[in-house]
T-cell receptor, first 111, second 118 residues
Framework: DAGVTQSPTHLIKTRGQQVTLRCSPK?????VSWYQQALGQGPQFIFQ???????QRGNFPDRFSGHQFPNYSSELNVNALLLGDSALYLC??????????FGSGTRLTVV | AQTVTQSQPEMSVQEAETVTLSCTYD???????LFWYKQPPSRQMILVIR??????QNATENRFSVNFQKAAKSFSLKISDSQLGDTAMYFC???????????????FGQGTTLQVKP
């Protein structure tokens, strides 16, 4: 049974560009959360999607947006990239909301 | 707002020995979950153990156990018989439970890097 799959694994973008990160949840999971993890730090909650709607959001600017599709997969979009957006972006999925399965993340580097 | 603090940035332990990682948290909530996650160099966050705040009994998972002190807002992780594969970054995390169930938002500490030496 495949776990959480994230793509791409690594990504390099130029400041000011836009990026889309993708996440396929674990089979049977319907809730997807996104986290940003700066180097050497703990993950920070960006937002969570359930039934194709944003259920809650962390303290991130509107440049960060997302989407959930009918098959529960999700995308994270970041516009007008800043150098400070360089981080590991983690996707986590759940069915009951208590047990989250994380993917291996996408390493985004903004130059 | 809830906060989670891990005061030990780095720790090391000899293989087969026992090590304890510390975590404190701040919240005014009464219903919540606490977690320890492990993040090896592969980057995937792996759940180690979970503790429900309403349970007085400390959670145990094989070699991993916690010391949950609700009044002191302390949640430490004890790893017994440490193995080389335990080398990783460990994160303590908090999740508030709403009246209708969980909120699903994990609040993480800064992490503790654990190295198990042969």
């Amino acid at each position: 049974d495949a776990g959480v799959t994230q793509s791409p694994t690594h990504l390099i973008k130029t400041r000011g560009q836009q990026v889309t990160l993708r996440c396929s949840p674990k089979s049977g999971h319907d809730t997807v959360s996104w986290y940003q993890q700066a180097l050497g730090q703990g993950p920070q909650f960006i937002f969570q999607y359930y039934e194709e709607e944003e259920r809650q959001r962390g303290n991130f600017p509107d440049r960060f947006s997302g989407h959930q599709f009918p098959n529960y997969s999700s995308e994270l979009n970041v516009n007008a990239l800043l150098l400070g957006d360089s981080a590991l972006y983690l996707c986590a999925s759940s069915f009951d909301g208590y047990g989250y399965t994380f993917g291996s993340g996408t390493r985004l580097t903004v130059v | 707002a809830q906060t989670v603090t891990q005061s030990q940035p780095e720790m090391s332990v000899q293989e087969a020995e026992t090590v304890t990682l510390s975590c404190t948290y701040d919240t005014s909530e009464s219903n919540y979950y606490l977690f320890w996650y492990k993040q090896p160099p592969s980057r995937q966050m792996i759940l180690v153990i979970r503790q429900e705040a309403y349970k007085q009994q400390n959670a145990t998972e094989n070699r991993f156990s916690v010391n949950f002190q609700k009044a002191a807002k302390s949640f430490s992780l004890k790893i017994s018989d440490s193995q080389l594969g335990d080398t990783a970054m460990y994160f303590c995390a908090f999740m508030k439970l709403s009246g209708s169930g969980n909120t699903g938002k994990l609040i993480f500490g800064q992490g503790t890097t654990l190295q198990v030496k042969p």
